[in-house]
Structure formats: C-alpha cells, structure tokens
C-alpha cells in the first residue's frame, strides 16, 4: 500500500493510464452537503438509529414515523448543494470516455452536479413506490402534505423507492455496477465505509480483476489494507486536486461533451 497521504505521481500515472474509470460513492462524499451519513449521530433524530427506520419491518409497523423521518431527510437534502467533490467527479466524468460512477446514494446530488447517468444502487428519495401495484413515481412535493403519502391511483400506500436494510439491490443496477467493477481499469472508492454490502464487495471485486483501487475517506476502512492506496482526507478537498492533476497531467483535455459538468437544477422545494 502507498502512504496514507499523498497524491503521488505514481498514483496519477495508474490513474491516467486507466482507459475504464469507476467511481464509486457512499454518503461521506455528500457530508460536506450537510448530508448526514447514517453512522453520524443526528439532531432530532438522534434516538432512533437508522437500521431501525430504513426497514421494510418498521415501514409495516408504523409507516408514518418512517416518512416523517423520510420527509425530514428530504428536506434536508433539498437545502444542501452539490459541494466540490460532486463536482470534481463530474468534471472528470465529462473528460472520459469510459466513465462509470456508481453511488450508493439515495440524494441525487451527483445529478445536480452534472453527473450524467449515475448507477443509483440504494434507489433515489426523490422516488416512491406504490406497496401494491410496485409502480414508481417521482415524489418531489416537500416538505409532503399527507403523510404517510398514498398512491393517487390505488389508494395504498407509497414507501420511499430506496433500498432497505435486508432488501437485495435492484438487478439491473447492481448488473452494471458489478460489469463496471470487473472491466474496469481503476476505481476510486469515496466516502464509504465499505460495510454495506453487497456495495461494499465491488472494491474487491475491481481489485481482484486487476484494477488499481484508491480509496478517499476521512479515516481508513476495512478495505484499505487489500486496495493500493488511501488518500485520508475530506473528499471536497482531496478530489478536485486529484481531479486537477489529472487533468494537467492529461494536457488539460478538453471536455467529450462541452459543458456536461455544469450544475442542474435542485429538486423543487
Ligand atoms: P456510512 O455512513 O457507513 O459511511 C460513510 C463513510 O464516509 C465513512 O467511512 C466516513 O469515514 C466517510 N466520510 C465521512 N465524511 C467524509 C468526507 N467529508 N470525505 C470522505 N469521507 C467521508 O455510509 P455508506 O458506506 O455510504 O453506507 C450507508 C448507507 O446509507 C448507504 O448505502 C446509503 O444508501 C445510505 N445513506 C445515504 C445517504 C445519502 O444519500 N446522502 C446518507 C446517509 C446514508
């Protein structure tokens, strides 16, 4: 492993050379939003834990306090902006041709950022799901009105269309992540503690066939010791210096698609 600090030329060259780039996220890389990560402890909702909530088994025991708690979460997203280190990774995306970015996020906030077609795994809180005709709708209505909100159609509840504690992934973007993790060249791995799997085997899984892993995190985590090197840092500062000598290093390449790093709108308030 190289030293736990340091964006070395070495790790820039292996960067560079990586025709297939992954990035994969988890919500430390949203903390300097204001987005807290689960393992945080959090103002009002500090007594509940969030395997607690984020559970199909609490959703069917008393739905209304998990979309309040939902509808809490919502807000605060809606409030917090893309920070440099979405930006960075969208830049970079905008300068790749083979580029994936896989999140384990629930926020939306790469989007905002420009990322242009993120491999959401744990789904996306500005979506819900009819519980019984499984059909999925965009709910941006916030703060929500009803609570817990039902389906306009049906009449049955809607649950937030994220991945639960104890539910599997949704096939298809666990199948492109999983693609994009064996095929790809180097993968930069920030802001997750590498404990929610199946996400957290991805790493593993780019390093097994062959990619030079980086991870980005604020502390090292279980997998720091198997991958080639760990930048121990806030993700908002490290990234768009990473980012940036790459870029010169790359002879400051224009981007594929001009202007596809610029800023989206937020969600509706
Ligand atoms: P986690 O809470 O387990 O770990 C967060 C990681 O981020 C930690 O390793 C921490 O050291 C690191 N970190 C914190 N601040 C950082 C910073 N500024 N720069 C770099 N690293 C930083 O989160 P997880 O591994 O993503 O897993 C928890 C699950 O909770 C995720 O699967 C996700 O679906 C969900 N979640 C999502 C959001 C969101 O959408 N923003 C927020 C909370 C939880």
Redesign the pocket.
């Known amino acids: 492993m190289e030293p736990a600090a340091g964006i070395t030329e070495r790790l820039l060259e292996r960067l560079s050379r990586a025709r297939r780039l992954v990035v994969l996220?988890?919500?430390?890389?949203?903390?300097?939003?204001g987005?807290?990560?689960?393992?945080?402890r959090d103002g009002l909702w500090k007594k509940y834990r969030?395997e607690e909530l984020?559970t199909r088994q609490a959703f069917e025991f008393d739905p209304e306090l998990v979309w309040r708690w939902y509808d809490y979460?919502r807000q605060l997203?809606a409030e917090a902006a893309p920070n440099p280190?979405h930006e960075a990774i969208a830049r970079l995306e905008s300068h790749r041709e083979h580029f994936d970015l896989v999140?384990?996020?629930?926020?939306?906030?790469h989007s905002r950022a420009g990322s242009r077609s993120p491999i959401e795994?744990?789904?996306n809180?500005w979506r819900a799901r009819c519980t019984r005709e499984g059909l999925t709708k965009e709910l941006k209505e916030n703060p929500l009105r009803d609570i817990p909100p039902r389906c306009h159609k049906c009449g049955a509840l809607l649950r937030p269309d994220?991945?639960w504690f104890g539910e599997p992934l949704p096939p298809s973007a666990y199948e492109r992540a999983d693609t994009a993790a064996r095929t790809c060249d180097a993968m930069l791995v920030?802001?997750?503690?590498?404990?929610?799997r199946p996400?957290?085997s991805l790493p593993l899984i780019a390093k097994h066939n062959g990619a030079y892993v980086v991870e980005?995190?604020?502390?090292l985590?279980p997998i720091s010791v198997l991958i080639d090197a760990s930048l121990v840092?806030?993700?908002?500062?490290?990234l768009p210096e990473l980012v940036d000598r790459l870029l010169d290093r790359e002879g400051g390449r224009k981007p594929l698609i001009p202007g596809s790093s610029e800023k989206t709108e937020s969600p509706s308030r």
């Open positions: 996220t988890g919500s430390g890389v949203s903390h300097e939003s987005v807290p990560t689960f393992r945080g969030a984020a979460r997203i280190a999140t384990q996020n629930v926020d939306g906030l795994l744990h789904g809180i994220v991945v920030v802001g997750t503690s590498a404990m929610v996400a957290a980005i995190n604020v502390s985590t840092g806030r993700a908002g500062e490290i």
